[in-house]
């Protein structure tokens, strides 16, 4: 028995989907704690290409039990789609195989138009870039506790109370700050009552399963979404998602105490981000362009072109700090192949001082200057690598660069979207 947590180091979309699908093979239990479909996690196996965005990346095996903790954010219409689509395409789907925590909570149709609304009123640098897909406003109200949760699902005239309730103040602001629509409750309640029976029969206790496999010996994986950049408290605030992205929320965020033997810390070879939000390293010149069209970096969700630059140590620095990887799944490398010369990000000049860290201060980001470290690329297509000795020498020394640095070493190494495209 062990316990694995698989995070996104940078801004997301690192690749946490195909290093979940890999390590699935030695787990027998995969869990998500936070995020909802904002993220888009990809799968490749045999050139078939699968975007998962709430059902855990295990799903693709055979007799493994996916699991949705409470810390997620549901939305019921996109689940039930997600699993319209993974059946159309061969792969079983039922309460064996997938449970939702009755303490989820659930985006309603009055998240996403709130989201949506108060976007499309903030003007130039203020605009986050969400996903538009309710995200923020959905945990607003599960702090606020007047959140609407999977469980009740099993209670319609309980949603139907809390729907009234929340509608009274979500339309005020729909209608007299945004000028926008108002939504009627009546069409939420039977916008839900289909996927309310849809759903119920995957409503389980995840604590309680997550136990269950413990005591049976079972390996538990917990799948991060977004990156630690986008945490809600050490990430680029404001410009972050609405949840704690950061290793420590599995345990919260799915109800189990853990001790993970294996923290794998997805990172990619370069960065990306989508959505506004400082970038010290960003690109925006042939390099950039070189990574955005070879890495094809098109948001999984939103299909919105990801802004792209050189590795930055300082920030992967923080997500050891603050995620205490035991090793690095270095994804996305042969990417590079092609750059006559690569450059890495070793500090950043803050203040008229070298610092090693992100500084502290709301959007110190905008004012740091990178300090760069030169190495040389190589021209090598490494896609069809599969032994770190079949790799360029300029590409082992990058990746011997990245070890030393974060004092982590790297134990997978991805060359190309495909399952197969790995060295472990
Ligand atoms: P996630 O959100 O962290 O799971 O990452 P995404 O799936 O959103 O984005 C990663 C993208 O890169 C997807 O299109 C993957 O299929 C692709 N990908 C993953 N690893 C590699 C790799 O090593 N090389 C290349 N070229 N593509 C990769
Ligand atoms: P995965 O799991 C990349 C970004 C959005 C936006 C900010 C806030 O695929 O890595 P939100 O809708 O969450 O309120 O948007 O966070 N964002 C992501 N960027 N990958 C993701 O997930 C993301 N999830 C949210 O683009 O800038
Ligand atoms: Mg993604």
Redesign the pocket.
Known sequence: MSNMVVF?AQW???????IVDIMTEHAQVIVRFQGGNN????L?TGGR?I?LHLIPSGILHADKLCLIGNGVVLDPDVLCREIDELVKGGIAISPVNLGISKKTHLIMPYHKALDQAREAAKSGPDKIGTTGRGIGPCYEDKMARIGVRAGDLQDLDLIRHKIDKALLEKNSLLQNLYQQQKIDSREVLEHIRPLAARLVPYLTDVSHQIQTARENGHTVLFEGAQGVQLDIDHGTYPFVTSSNTVCGNASAGSGSFYKAQQVIG?VKAYTTRVGQGPFPTEQTNSCGEHMQVQ??EYG?TTGRKRRCGWLDLAILREAVRLCGPTEIAL?????LSGLDELRICTAYEYLGQKVLYPPQEENALKKVLPVYEELKGWKEDISMCRKLDDLPENARALIRYIEQALNTPVRII????DRE?TIR
């Open positions: 996104g997301g979309d690192e690749g946490k989907g195909k993220a888009g996690h990809t490749v290409k975007i997805v890495g094809a999984s994804t996305k490398l042969d990417v991805s060359v190309g979207p495209q």
